[in-house]
Each structure stands twice: as structure tokens, then as C-alpha cells.
């Protein structure tokens, strides 16, 4: 039967002799009724009113009359009831407004929604994809599942690997972070340890030195931007934390006054870690970090470029190199900028083109 046919009307408003029963629309505005109000009830705030509404509608619609007020009375209390279902978000909504942030049970809830907006949520929380971070829990799950005891049920692994990352990205405190994910400091404390013990496990060398395929392509790539045979990009960073107890705050204040340690990282124009060194306080300056890691040993022994020599613009010959920011000292296998207030055209572009390949990284580890 056609739409037209079943509500008792055609296009033009006129009442149609093969309409609906008294019966079979009587019973079909009951199951109606049934469904949404069993929907919208259960989470409207006005519940009083809404079954008012109901009954009165009801009873409107029970009275006998003709076949086209009984047929307008029935499709008026349906979108009546569709429209107040909807007002009381009986009806999940798919997507969340725009111009609202979601509010539900924390950050950890948040990364538990799925809509288009999780996509975003999870790049401004975890600094990564839902994909990626599936990847990652699905690879750790089974060294930080925890049995279940008598005394409480143990924290998922998904969601201590979610804690973990968000520590990491946001740089907030455990009092803060635990919060948002609902768990305890000490829970925050443990989680970081076992997930990086986790990482270390099932992720040996994806912090390694290019070789064979891999070197050739990052060679290729730099070589694109301008800086043949290079390997890569140095620069010091600080990871925010708390300030170590029993320890000196003078030594790990930075020049924005946080506690902070110093990070020496290494990476390829695909943002790819080569190396990394994690240790002293954040006051210590970029030159000193050079020469502390294991870093600068192997590029003195000469065991991380050894490439054939490519001769560089001013007849300089180099097997390889890693630029680097004025901080560093010049040296065989790391390119500083010119630098200076009066400069050579040549050398303003040179400079710009090495800022551009460094502050990429830079901007993409800081958020």
C-alpha cells in the first residue's frame, strides 16, 4: 500500500476511499505510543509532563470521529512525540555540535566516543590516530594484563595505555592526568612505568639508525630539499615533569622556570626517530648534551656516516651529516646556519631552507 493510501490522503488533500481501518489505526498509534514513550521518558527530565502530553494526545486520537480528523489527530501526535523524543535526546546524536565541546566522564570517556569528531580528539589528546593507537594497544595488551583478584577489578589495558600517551603528550602532572582518566596517583605512576617497559619490549628497534633501503631514501629525501647526503636533524627539547624528590630544583628549572629533563633527538624528514637521549636536568645547555650520549662517540669513530665523501657548496667534502640549530658547535658531521645580520643572499636561503627541515619536527613534538 502507498504512503498516500496509508495515511489516508493523496497529494492534493483529499481523502481516499481505501484508507486505514478505525481499528488498525487506533492500533498502530498505541505501538507508536509504546515505543516512544518507553524511548523518550527514560531520559527526559520533564517525565510529568511528557506523559500528560501522551495522554491527552491519546485520548484525541481514540475518540471516533471521521476518517480524515482521525487520520490527522494520529500523524499531528506522532510528530509531536518524534519532535519532544528528539528535544529529550532520546535519539543519540551522531555527531556532537560543533560549536561545543563534549562533556562526559573525563578524558579517558571522551577517547571512548565514536563519532567524526573522535579523529580530532584523539590527535589533540594522544598526539596520534585511533588507528595507530589500536596498533599499539593491540601489541601491548598482553604484557600489562593484570588478574583479577578479590579486592577490585584491574585497570584494562587500553586504558592504562591511554593514561601512558596521554602523560607523555600533555606533559600534565599525575594529580591533574589521573583525574581526567579516573584513577588513582599511584595507578598513574605504575601505568607509565609498565607501559614503557611494555614499549621497550615489543618495539626493540624502531628507534634505530637507517641502513640499506631506508638510508637510501632519507638520503634521497634531504637531497630533494637541498642538503645532499644528509642524514638527518639534531636539536634538544625539554619533557616537562615533576620535580624529583631530594633533588636540587635550581638543576632542573629551564629558561621558562618548569621542571624540565633534556631530550637529544635525532630524526629524518619523515619525522622518523633515529636517535634519542633522555637523562640530564632541563638547565643543562644544548652544547653540553652533544657531547654526553653515546651520540657523539660513534660519529667521531666514524660508525654512523660511512657513505662515499659528497662535496658540499664551497668545495667542502663530507661523508655525511645531521643538521643543527647555532647551539651546536661546528663541527665535521653537524651543519649550522651562517647566521648574522648581514647576510649573502645565498646564505639567507641556505638558512631558511635548514630552519624549515629543523622547526618541522620541532613543531610536531611540542603539539
Not at 156 to 182: M, V
Request: one cysteine or more; a positive charge; charged letters at 25%.
Amino acid at each position: 500500500m502507498s504512503l498516500e493510501a496509508a495515511s489516508g490522503m493523496d497529494i492534493d488533500g483529499e481523502v481516499r476511499r481505501d484508507v486505514l481501518t478505525t481499528a488498525e489505526r487506533t492500533a498502530g498509534a498505541a505501538a507508536f505510543n509504546v515505543v516512544l514513550f518507553r524511548n523518550g521518558c527514560q531520559m527526559a527530565s520533564s517525565e510529568g509532563k511528557f506523559k500528560a502530553v501522551v495522554r491527552a494526545r491519546r485520548k484525541l486520537s481514540m475518540l471516533p470521529t471521521t476518517a480524515q480528523s482521525l487520520d490527522v489527530g494520529a500523524i499531528s501526535d506522532a510528530v509531536l512525540q518524534v519532535c519532544y523524543t528528539m528535544g529529550c535526546s532520546a535519539f543519540p546524536r551522531a555527531t556532537p555540535r560543533w560549536w561545543m565541546k563534549r562533556q562526559t566522564g573525563g578524558t579517558w570517556e571522551d577517547l571512548r566516543q565514536c563519532d567524526d569528531a573522535t579523529d580530532d580528539y584523539f590527535k589533540d589528546k594522544l598526539r596520534m590516530s585511533p588507528r595507530v593507537f589500536s596498533e599499539i594497544a593491540e601489541n601491548l595488551s598482553p604484557r600489562l594484563q593484570r588478574r583479577v583478584t578479590f579486592y577490585r577489578v584491574p585497570l584494562q589495558p587500553d586504558h592504562i595505555i591511554a593514561y601512558a600517551l596521554y602523560r607523555w603528550a600533555s606533559g600534565e602532572t599525575y594529580d591533574s592526568g589521573t583525574c581526567s582518566f579516573g584513577i588513582g596517583r599511584s595507578s598513574g605512576i605504575t601505568a607509565v612505568r609498565d607501559v614503557t617497559a611494555a614499549l621497550l619490549t615489543a618495539y626493540p628497534d624502531k628507534i634505530s639508525w637507517p641502513t640499506g633501503m631506508q638510508k637510501a631514501v632519507v638520503l634521497r629525501v634531504f637531497a630533494d630539499k637541498g642538503f645532499p647526503n644528509c642524514h638527518g636533524c639534531i636539536d634538544c627539547t625539554h619533557i616537562y615533569i615533576d620535580k624529583p624528590p631530594n633533588a636540587n630544583g635550581e638543576d632542573y628549572c629551564d629558561r621558562k622556570r618548569r621542571f624540565s629533563v633534556q631530550a637529544q633527538v635525532v630524526v629524518d624528514m619523515n619525522l622518523r626517530v633515529m636517535d634519542v637521549f633522555v637523562s640530564y636536568p632541563g638547565s643543562l645547555h644544548d652544547m653540553r648534551m652533544l657531547d654526553l650520549p653515546s651520540l657523539w662517540a660513534r660519529a667521531e669513530a666514524g660508525q654512523l656516516f660511512t657513505g662515499p665523501p659528497v662535496m658540499l657548496p664551497f668545495g667542502v667534502w663530507t661523508n655525511g651529516y645531521l643538521l643543527g640549530d647555532n647551539g651546536y658547535p661546528q663541527s665535521e658531521w653537524i651543519v649550522v646556519p651562517y647566521g648574522g645580520l648581514a647576510q649573502h643572499p645565498s646564505e639567507a636561503r641556505v638558512d631558511n631552507k635548514q630552519k624549515t627541515a629543523r622547526e618541522q619536527w620541532r613543531g610536531r613534538l611540542a603539539g
